[in-house]
């Protein structure tokens, strides 16, 4: 009977360790509302990426003003960004790649051949090591493209509104990286 009681505390206590990635005030660590491309942008609604039992990524979607309606938010030739901070050590450079490529796929019901040249441009950001902490930003405006920053040093700016909506759609189209992830950013 002892050793059922060890092993019972052994597993729980491992459980705990290796799965608890990340508190759950760090989706605190979002503010409430961000200036981009001249605007104050509001914070949409914020959420987590998870995979089996761990969380992956927090992310937050910014937009000028509060919607519900993703095709709007995708189509929309506004000022937007999304924050994405990595929290789990699960999440490579070549995971991210793979995982990202698939996004655009969805997104665009798998016509990535017109915007092919922007998502390489775009998957270039995950070429360094992508480590936990590491918080990646995404900002789109009408005049200048998206921005894409990573720990707040700028890496590429990528042109073109059909880029910035399959972007977007990784995470707001109908076939989204995560249906509860998509209702968190749209604040439902």
Excluded: C
Aim: avoid cysteine.
């Amino acid at each position: 009977m002892r050793a059922i009681q060890k092993a019972v505390v052994s597993f729980s206590l491992f459980f705990s360790l290796f799965f608890i990635s990340i508190p759950a005030h760090a989706l605190d660590a979002f503010s409430p509302t961000i200036n981009a491309g001249g605007k104050q942008l509001v914070l949409n609604g914020k959420g987590q990426r998870t995979k089996f039992v761990l969380t992956l990524y927090n992310a937050g979607l910014y937009l000028e003003k509060k919607n519900k309606d993703a095709n709007s938010i995708m189509n929309a030739n506004q000022v937007k960004a999304l924050r994405l901070q990595i929290v789990s050590g699960f999440i490579s450079s070549e995971k991210m790649t793979h995982a990202t490529k698939q996004g655009f796929a969805n997104a665009t019901g798998g016509k990535t051949a017109p915007i092919q040249a922007q998502i390489n441009q775009f998957l270039g950001a995950f070429k360094a090591p992508i480590k936990k902490g590491d918080i990646f930003e995404f900002t789109y405006t009408p005049a200048g493209g998206t921005k894409v920053v990573k720990n707040r040093k700028g890496i590429t700016v990528i042109k073109g509104l059909p880029f910035k909506k399959a972007l977007f759609g990784i995470w707001l189209s109908n076939r989204p990286a995560q249906g509860s992830l998509k209702n968190q950013l749209l604040g439902k």
